[in-house]
């Protein structure tokens, strides 16, 4: 079955840090893969996301870029902000599914003044 | 527009007790996704909804879980005999067909 597995947390980091979040995955055929960005209280919200081999996704600065080689999608920035604490997941959707997600568990970024 | 409302935000209920969580999707949006995420795990798939219409089930737990999504009104998780083992956060996500999926806030489940 498909399975997402990512860097264990928490991370906490300075302003202006460079972030690197890491995410592997198993999946037979071709996945679509996604980060989704949590805020303390909120619900999941899409922050970038990459449908085939080679395929860069990027959003408020942060890039993540598909890897069929190491099967990885791992999440980076350049310069973090104190505005990005928050929990990044690293999910992916089956070449056969509708819309169903697999989820990794979690990474919390604390990003101090 | 407003996004994936769910209600309540946190639920305490004893064991044995009946749990309803209540998910309103986006104005326009007829499907729906259950997920569950226990304590040190990520979300798990639950249930996938249209209206009416139970499409994908296999991520339920086969006894004292049901979902339904009636044509009109919210979709609704049910979870009948609560144990502390049910205590999790349980997401709602909607989408249109083919299209984004938003997910709600979450309702923070509590079983003493």
């Known amino acids: 079955g498909n399975s997402v597995t990512q860097m264990e947390g928490p991370v906490t980091l300075s302003e202006e840090a460079f972030l690197t979040i890491n995410c592997t995955y198993t999946a037979t055929g071709y996945p679509s893969l996604f980060w989704y960005v949590q805020y303390p209280g909120e619900g999941l919200q899409l922050l970038l996301k990459a449908t085939k081999a080679d395929d860069k996704g990027s959003n408020k600065g942060f890039e993540a870029t598909y890897r069929k080689e190491t099967t990885s999608f791992h999440l980076e920035k350049g310069s973090v902000q104190v505005s990005d604490s928050a929990v990044y997941f690293c999910a992916l959707r089956g070449g056969t599914s509708y819309g169903k997600l697999t989820f990794g568990q979690g990474t919390i970024l604390t990003v101090h003044p | 527009n407003a996004g994936v409302m769910q209600n309540p935000r946190h639920l305490v209920r004893r064991r044995g007790q009946e749990a309803r969580l209540r998910c309103s999707p986006m104005k326009g949006h007829s499907h729906v996704y259950w997920y569950r995420q226990l304590p040190e795990e990520g979300l798990k798939f639950m249930v996938y909804?249209?209206?009416?219409?139970?499409?994908?089930e296999s991520g339920m737990p086969k006894e004292r879980f049901s979902a339904e999504f009636p044509k009109e009104g919210p979709s609704i998780l049910r979870i009948q005999q609560v144990v502390r083992g049910d205590s999790a956060a349980y997401f709602c996500?909607?989408?249109?067909?083919?299209?984004?999926?938003?997910f709600g806030p979450g309702t923070r489940l509590t079983v003493l």
């Open positions: 996500a909607s989408s249109s067909i083919g299209g984004k999926k938003y």
């Open positions: 909804l249209q209206k009416e219409n139970i499409i994908d």
